[in-house]
């Protein structure tokens, strides 16, 4: 007989209860936070043959010699503990978001109540504005790859992954602790954005900041919602602002007036001695002869005139450039350094 949908929840939860009876205690747990990444191991969680086998060519490719591959939830949870008992490293996880025994956002759940730092790299159909999607990159999965599979970008997210966690595991915590310090003289900056910024894991620059904090080096000045890339969740985005029109880059800010009589819509500026560049005739009476258009741009390009800029951000992680209304959005904490 098949087991129904609540039986199947139940069974999970109660692996994950049994493997946090047998996991990793806390002395365990502060050893791995200082190991580095395994370059040697992968875990994939995938319940197609065809397609781990093939995810499993490729990756030895890469240069991993030991591929484990789970075809379910239950099983893929176990391995996940085993291997990180075993390695005394980080594992990273490629896991397929439609597994039958275990819905994406309770498998997520499940390897970070495991360990909290676990590298997830989602394989997806649906698109990565997807609600679903989202949701999971919110949870702190690393990143996504769509499917039908491009091994280009799985082998660049592997890559990212090893540049980030040799970063990471070369940073002493005294050498973080200086740098922080010295990313918040005279600036703001969020707890998401100074992890971003010096590439290391958000835990490390957690545990900094906290110490920090408590020795009232720095301070947190409030809590806001700030954009992250849609695409690798980077918080390290520079604004670019442009023309509606020609997409130039260079602008500048003026008060325009508006001619009712005859139409003439121009520079405040060129409106001199009162009258009309066009029609030569005085302007009378502020709102019925004309009205004055304050914080205008004027593109330096196409001189053409606009009440607001194009807003692009581009991350400094990935390069990806995109509309601000196409970024994810985080809750942030913000600091800045204590006056002495």
Known sequence: MSKTPIQKQQESTGVVEQLK???IDVAQLNVLED?????????????????SSTIQKYLSNLGFKEIHLATNGKDG??????????????????????????????????????????????????EKSDKKIVELLNMGIYDYVQKPLNFDRIEEVIKKIKKEKNITDTTTQPDVKEKIISLLTNKLLSNNRISDMLK??????????????????????????????????????TSIFSCPVCTN????????????????????????????????????????????????????????????????????????????????????????????
Request: charged share 30%; glycine share 2%; hydrophobic share 35%.
């Open 77 to 126: 949870l176990a391995y996940y503990e085993n291997l990180l008992k075993e390695e005394q490293k980080i594992v990273s996880v490629i896991l397929d978001d439609s597994l039958e025994d275990l819905q994406a956002k309770k498998m997520v759940s499940d390897l970070f109540e495991i360990y909290p730092r676990a590298i997830i790299i989602l394989l997806s159909a649906v």
């Open 200 to 237: 290391i894991e958000k835990n490390i620059a957690e545990k900094n900041i906290k110490e920090l904090e408590a020795l009232n080096t720095i301070k947190n000045v409030g809590i806001f919602n700030e954009p992250i890339c849609n695409r690798c969740s980077s918080s390290d985005l």
């Open 249 to 340: 880059k260079t602008f500048s800010k003026e008060a325009l007036i508006e001619h009712h009589e005859c139409g003439n819509v121009e520079l405040a500026k060129n409106y001199l001695d009162g009258k009309c560049p066009k029609c030569n005739k005085e302007l009378k009476i502020l709102g019925v002869d004309y009205q004055r258009l304050e914080n205008y741009y004027v593109c330096n390009n196409c001189s053409d005139k606009f009440p607001a800029l194009v807003h692009n951000l581009e991350c400094a992680s990935c390069s990806n450039r995109f509309e601000v209304n196409s970024a994810n959005w985080i809750e942030s904490r913000i600091y800045k350094k204590s006056i002495e």
């Open 35 to 51: 190991n580095i990444f395994s370059t040697d191991s992968i875990l994939v969680v995938e319940d197609s043959v065809s397609i």
């Open 21 to 23: 009876k047998e996991s």
